[in-house]
């Protein structure tokens, strides 16, 4: 018989290791092994009490779950949109610049409201007549996970507001923190405060997150009604009087200098604050003229992160290799002496083309500079040619993509240039590309389908698991079973997240299949052409696309370089094998057409000349904010065209008349927004 005390030594150990990783994961959110590997090592547990009845049954009460499982998921009111990024002097001339052409202020300032950059976590809070109902995680942005008792643990967020003129519903955005005085007990348990605050607020017990000293910083509006604020900086100030902390840093700035004297300001005050900043937030201070600027898929058009100056450090080129993306884009990176450039160790850094190589003489061997601005790869800055070994050789960038095929520079219609970028045309009989497609269609922006990252994505390819989309809903879960790193908590996850991913809204649906020059927005303005899969589906018959394509020519933001690229891709027979099977497996929402019963509700309408009153882009904006649809060209399917007062194109008048199409002045236009 086996040594009863090595065996309960070696159980002991295992247990103490088990318990040591629910520290990780419950106390710390910051599990250092994979939800597989917990499994296998519970399973060696529960396999040694089974063999040895005089062990116990210790592992039953050491219970374990997934982040992706501990909350309820919550819609929030109005969607926690990502901001646009800014990095130098020029990037804020253009963001005022896009407001005033919006809003046409060409000789008005537009007066902004600054604050701090907190390198936190973003939660929302909603009261309900002064009530503290719910708090959200940001989570996708549309979805968030309900942690209001984890929030209730930090003390300065007013759990009731007893004031009279507070409004009936209030959705308030905040970013939680820990200061760095709080972290300094914390930093063998966490990699920084962010870390640290992330993992508190996704504590399954509440009891355990009020052990942990956060802080937060209100600083946004969700929605509110009645509508009792008609500036930001009215609203900071009437929720800092009601008991809300807000960041004292705040300040209203007009025009640029004023916007680089506050960023060099606070700049140089970082070091010196008790908290993380990355950068400020400039927002449109007028909440009016917030709502008329509107947002685009992913960010506001009336703010902006106007990020610190980027990290710098000296490292040295290992080897340069290629890499190739969805796109069939050929980018050389470099592999780099691992170099730590503002608390991130980085071992790569990207050399973006051919060009780009051949501009700064890059070679292998070369001691170079590179710096991270903001959260973008580490780019290469400069070269010290004093540190040029003497028999270093000029890099010669590869004429063919790892698939063994020839590259090429495409001609640009719009810049009327050869692009920089070299890219393989083989579409997924490249297998390279095949790769990255698939990555980017389980990527947050499209299918979102958690446990099923890039490096999954890599192991399932190697393993023929994977090879193209629709194989991701034929997954073999019983090979997968007998991988390493994959235990059946692992996999019933995975499971749940490729079931619940199937169900796709018809915008996220036609970004995901990685169509060239289809982003998010072109996304977007299609699924609104065409409403349904069935429709959309049509692009399949080589017959009707010519007509289709046709149509899609007077949608405003559909140019030719987009028409032709669809084009390229359905004439293409994988890819519509391909996108065919995965239709297949799918549940594919209609698009949601925004204010149906809106004063241009199902109406196209066009728009020529100026107007006085608001720049074209906004008027199409409230076009489309109140039903209508925005064509580019003028043809039978339009019902209304809308003359500006200055300088509309007489030709279009005329075609418009030829075709009986209803024309409207500027004057009638105000007056139906009006009516």
Request: with cysteine; charged share 30%; proline share 3%.
């Amino acid at each position: 018989m086996e040594n009863k005390q090595k065996i309960k030594s070696v159980y002991k150990k295992k247990l103490k290791e088990l318990k040591k990783h629910n520290e990780y994961y419950y106390d710390n959110d910051n599990p250092k092994i994979s939800d597989a590997q917990y499994d296998d090592l519970k399973k060696e547990i529960l396999n040694y009490e089974n063999k040895y009845d005089f062990l116990g049954k210790t592992s039953s009460k050491i219970v374990g779950t997934t982040p992706s499982n501990k909350f309820k998921k919550i819609r929030h009111l109005i969607p926690m949109l990502s901001l646009s990024n800014a990095f130098e002097e020029s990037d804020m001339r253009d963001f005022i610049k896009k407001l005033k052409n919006f809003l046409t202020f060409q000789n008005e300032t537009i007066e902004l409201c600054s604050e701090p950059k907190i390198d936190g976590i973003s939660a929302t809070l909603i009261y309900e007549k002064g009530k503290l109902v719910k708090g959200l995680s940001r989570g996708d942005g549309v979805t968030g996970e309900d942690i209001l008792e984890n929030l209730k643990t930090i003390k300065k967020i007013p759990r009731k507001i007893e004031s009279k003129n507070f409004p009936d519903l209030l959705e308030i955005r905040c970013e939680v923190y820990i200061s760095k005085k709080d972290f300094l007990p914390l930093k063998e348990k966490f990699a920084n405060p962010r870390n640290a605050a992330g993992g508190s607020l996704r504590q399954k017990n509440s009891n355990e997150t009020a052990k942990i000293p956060l802080k937060y910083f209100a600083y946004g509006l969700g929605k509110v009604e009645p509508k009792i604020f008609s500036k930001q900086s009215e609203f900071l100030q009437k929720i800092s009087d009601w008991g809300f902390v807000t960041n004292p840093e705040f300040k209203l700035v007009n025009g640029i200098e004023e916007i680089e004297n506050q960023h060099k300001k606070i700049d140089n005050l970082r070091s010196s604050l008790d908290y993380d900043i990355d950068g400020l937030v400039f927002k449109v201070n007028d909440l009016l003229l917030q709502k008329r600027l509107g947002n685009t898929s992913n960010s506001p058009r009336w703010a902006i992160a106007y990020k610190f100056s980027s990290e710098k450090a000296i490292t040295k080129i290992k080897d340069i290799i290629i890499q190739v993306g969805r796109t069939g884009a050929i980018t050389p990176v470099a592999k780099v002496d691992p170099v730590n450039v503002g608390g991130v160790i980085v071992s790569n850094a990207t050399l973006h083309n051919e060009e780009e190589i051949q501009r700064k003489d890059i070679r292998i061997g070369d001691t170079i500079q590179i710096q991270r601005a903001g959260d973008v790869i580490p780019q290469v800055v400069s070269v010290d040619l004093s540190k040029r070994r003497n028999d270093s050789k000029k890099f010669l960038f590869p004429s063919k993509c790892l698939c063994g095929s020839t590259t090429k520079k495409e001609f640009s219609k719009s810049t009327k240039k050869q692009d920089a970028v070299r890219r393989c045309v083989k579409g997924y009989n490249c297998n390279y590309i095949a790769k990255e497609k698939l990555k980017h269609l389980v990527s947050k922006e499209a299918f979102n389908i958690e446990g099923l990252g890039k490096k999954v994505v890599d192991q399932f390819w190697k393993l023929k698991l994977i090879q193209e989309p629709s194989d991701i809903f034929e997954l073999n879960y019983k090979k997968i079973e007998n991988l390493e790193g994959w235990g059946n908590l692992s996999i019933k996850n995975l499971k749940k997240a490729i079931s619940s991913s199937k169900n796709i809204s018809l915008e996220k649906f036609i970004f995901s299949i990685g169509i060239r020059h289809i982003g998010q927005e072109n996304a977007k303005i299609l699924a609104a052409f065409f409403l349904t899969i069935e429709e959309f589906s049509k692009l399949f018959d080589s017959k009707k696309r010519g007509k289709i394509l046709k149509n899609l020519a007077d949608l405003n933001g559909i140019g030719e370089t987009q028409i032709e690229a669809i084009e390229n891709f359905f004439s293409n027979e994988k890819n519509l094998r391909i996108t065919k099977n995965l239709v297949n497996k799918l549940s594919i929402r209609n698009f949601l057409i925004k204010n149906i019963g809106g004063k241009f509700s199902n109406k196209k309408i066009m728009f020529t000349g100026g107007f006085q009153n608001m720049s074209r882009s906004e008027a199409k904006s409230v076009a489309e904010n109140n039903g209508g649809k925005v064509l580019g060209s003028i043809s039978k399917k339009l019902d209304i065209l809308v003359v500006g007062d200055s300088k509309p194109t007489k030709k279009k008048i005329d075609k418009a008349r030829e075709l009986n199409i209803k024309i409207i002045s500027e004057k009638e236009w105000n007056k139906i927004l009006n009516s």
